[in-house]
C-alpha cells in the first residue's frame, strides 16, 4: 500500500463522520492532515505532555521517580482510573503514579503527578516543542473550574509533535523517550487506535481520550525501522460507538500500509 493509498482509505473512513475531527497521520515527509491546528478539548490525551515533563525533570532537575506519592483520600477523584477504589489511603512511587496515570488514564493519579511535576512547566514543555495550541487549565475532574470555561485543549497537529519527540527524541534524553514509549505500549484502553492488533511485530504506543462529547486516540506505530505517528480527535460525537470503530478502522489501515 501506498503513502497515497493510505490516504484515499483515510479520507473514505472519515467521510461519513459529521463531526468535527482533527487528524494528522505522519510518516517522515508524508503526512496526512486534516484541520491540525483546530483547538479541541484534550481529554486524556494531555496526560501526554504530563509524563514527559516528569522525565525531563528527572533528567535535568534531579526529581525521583522512584520517590513515594501519597494517595489521600481527599485526593480521589471520577472519571476513570482505579485510584478512586481504594478504600484508604495510599502510597506509590512517583513512575507507578505516571504509569496508571497512561495505561489506565488514572484521574486521581494524573492529579497527583500534574501537582508534582506543575502545571506551568507542563505548559511550558508544550511551548518550547512549538505545540503552541496545547494548554493545561485545570486539574482532571476539575468541574468547578470547567464551569469557569476553563479547559484544557490541544489540536492534531500538536499531538503528533509531542508523539515525535517520544519517537525521535530531541528534547528529551533517549532512554527517557523510550521509558514513556514503553509505557505507552502497555495501554490497557485499547478500542480505538490498537483494536485490530494482531501482529506483534508491529509496535503499537497510544493514549486514549474521552468526553461526553469527544472521543481521541494518538498513538506511534513502528514496524521494523519505519515509524508512523497518528492523532484522531473528534468532538460532538453524538455516536460513541460509531465514532470509536471509525478510530479503530484508521489504525487498521495504518497497520496494513506497514506491513504491506
Known amino acids: ?39 479541541m478539548p484534550a481529554a486524556s490525551v494531555i496526560k501526554i505532555p504530563i509524563i514527559m515533563e516528569a522525565f525531563r525533570q528527572a533528567e535535568n532537575s534531579g526529581l525521583n521517580l522512584s520517590e513515594t506519592l501519597r494517595v489521600p483520600t481527599d485526593a480521589k ?22 504509569t496508571l496515570m497512561i495505561i ?31 494548554e493545561i487549565q485545570r486539574c482532571f475532574m476539575d ?23 517520544i519517537a525521535a527524541p530531541n528534547l528529551l534524553r533517549k532512554e527517557s523517550a523510550n521509558s514513556i514509549l514503553h509505557i505507552m505500549t502497555q495501554q490497557q484502553l485499547a478500542s480505538k487506535l490498537p483494536a485490530y492488533h494482531v501482529n506483534d511485530d508491529v509496535i ?24 508512523v505517528t497518528a492523532a484522531v480527535l473528534m468532538v460532538g460525537n453524538s455516536d460513541h460507538v460509531a465514532a470509536q470503530h471509525a478510530i479503530a478502522r484508521i489504525g487498521k489501515v495504518i497497520m496494513a500500509y506497514l506491513t504491506a
Open 77 to 98: 477523584v471520577g472519571g476513570s482510573g482505579v485510584l478512586q477504589s481504594l478504600s484508604e489511603d495510599a502510597s506509590m512511587t512517583l513512575l507507578d503514579v505516571l
Open 104 to 134: 489506565v488514564s488514572d484521574n486521581t493519579a494524573s492529579n497527583l503527578a500534574l501537582k508534582r511535576v506543575g502545571i506551568d512547566n507542563v505548559n511550558r514543555l508544550c511551548h518550547e516543542l512549538q505545540c503552541h495550541n496545547t
Open 1 to 39: 500500500m501506498t503513502f497515497k493509498q493510505l490516504e484515499s482509505e483515510i479520507f473514505s473512513i472519515i467521510s461519513d463522520i459529521n463531526s468535527p475531527i482533527g487528524l494528522v497521520i505522519k510518516e517522515g515527509h508524508h503526512s496526512i492532515a486534516i484541520n491540525e491546528s483546530m483547538p
Open 143 to 165: 468541574m468547578e473550574a470547567a464551569e469557569k470555561g476553563l479547559e484544557n485543549t490541544t489540536t492534531a497537529g500538536d499531538m503528533v509533535k509531542l508523539l515525535a519527540e
Open 204 to 227: 503499537i504506543a497510544n493514549k486514549t481520550g474521552e468526553l461526553a462529547h469527544a472521543e481521541h486516540d494518538v498513538g506511534i506505530f513502528q514496524y521494523q525501522d519505519r515509524t
